[in-house]
């Protein structure tokens, strides 16, 4: 545990600051007005502790009454803004493009399910008013089916034990960034990203808050299985470094055992393989070295591979107008 985890609030900083809250939505009519509820009860909340509540809505090109709602409820809140999509562009693509969207001093994800309580941001400001930058929420107990469970165990351990993250800590969407940080990735290409995984690879981990995490009560999860696997892919191809390091290895050391073992073969039945069957050898030994060499180039062109990934996905783009194509709709209030 962190030094922030016991936070007094007699030692917060002073001074008004902003938190902005980052609310992904797509078909939550039934959730909304609930969460609306709740943010208006989380604003209140963090004005006690000097604090002003700024929200970003996304609403990935809702089919049902979500924008109305949306549009209805802003107006409670100031300096506050929600985009409307022409279409779906996907959940991590939404949360990406929010970084740039985002200009609060510091940056929290509340999601449209309400399976996160709002009452741990509070905590999580504190936390940050307190002096961490950094400040994950890890659910020790999730709502959750057996499948989901068993997939997400196998997927923490693929993307464990191929990445080379150090301290590694698994969590939701579900955090805290302070400005500092999280303008770190506004501009990266929406597509094939894995924010999570950026975060654990790139920032200092302060604080960790444990908490138990809800069910959904209202709605469908939009979340399946497919959207699920994509994002498993994207995780593991961005980030299997110490995977591609094994290959290219496993690709040499097979190599060279292949190369001693042929030449070993050779001088030692060179008199017991005569004419065709000393061929016959040959040309088996031959076909090993081969695949051995095949693996090696490999695993060398996945490494090369995988850095022009990280290039690409590492490029910035900060413009703002780049983006607005995809914008139907945008609210804002002063």
Avoid at 11 to 17: D, E, M, Q, V
Wanted: charged residues 20%; aromatic residues 12%.
């Amino acid at each position: 545990m962190s030094s922030y985890d016991a936070v007094s609030v007699g030692k917060l900083i002073t001074g008004t600051k902003t938190l902005g809250v980052f609310v992904p939505v797509y078909n939550e009519q039934q959730n909304l007005t609930q969460v609306m509820d709740d943010l208006e009860y989380l604003r209140d909340e963090l004005s006690k502790l000097g604090v002003t509540l700024n929200i970003l809505i996304h609403d990935n090109a809702s089919t049902d009454d979500s924008w109305l709602i949306i549009s209805n409820r802003l107006n409670a809140f100031s300096n506050s803004k929600a985009i409307r999509f022409q279409v779906n562009i996907g959940y991590q693509p939404s949360l990406t493009l929010s970084f740039t969207n985002m200009q609060s001093d510091a940056y929290v994800v509340y999601q449209s399910d309400r399976q996160d309580s709002v009452i741990y941001i509070i905590e999580m400001c504190k936390r940050w008013l307190s002096g961490a930058k950094t400040v994950i929420a890890i659910p020790v107990n999730r709502a959750e089916t057996l499948a989901d469970k068993l997939g997400r165990l196998t997927f923490i351990f693929l993307f464990k034990s191929t990445s080379d993250i150090e301290k590694f800590r698994w969590f939701t969407d579900f955090y805290l960034l302070d400005k500092s940080l999280y303008k770190q990735l506004e501009g990266l290409p929406l597509m094939n990203q894995f924010i999570r995984g950026r975060i654990m690879e790139t920032f200092p981990i302060d604080s960790i808050l444990e908490y138990n995490r809800g069910s959904r009560s209202l709605g469908q999860s939009k979340f399946g299985f497919v959207k699920k696997y994509a994002l498993a892919l994207d995780a593991i191809l961005l980030h299997a470094s110490r995977l591609i390091r094994r290959v290219t290895f496993f690709g040499a050391l097979l190599s060279f055992l292949s190369i001693v073992a042929m030449i070993a073969n050779t001088v030692i039945n060179l008199e017991l393989y005569r004419g065709s069957n000393f061929f016959l050898f040959a040309a088996d030994s031959f076909v090993i070295l081969i695949l051995s060499f095949l693996l090696l180039l490999l695993s060398i062109a996945l490494e090369y591979l995988r850095r022009i990934y990280g290039i690409l996905l590492s490029t910035r783009n900060s413009n703002q107008n780049t983006h607005m194509g995809l914008f139907v709709e945008v609210i804002e209030q002063c």
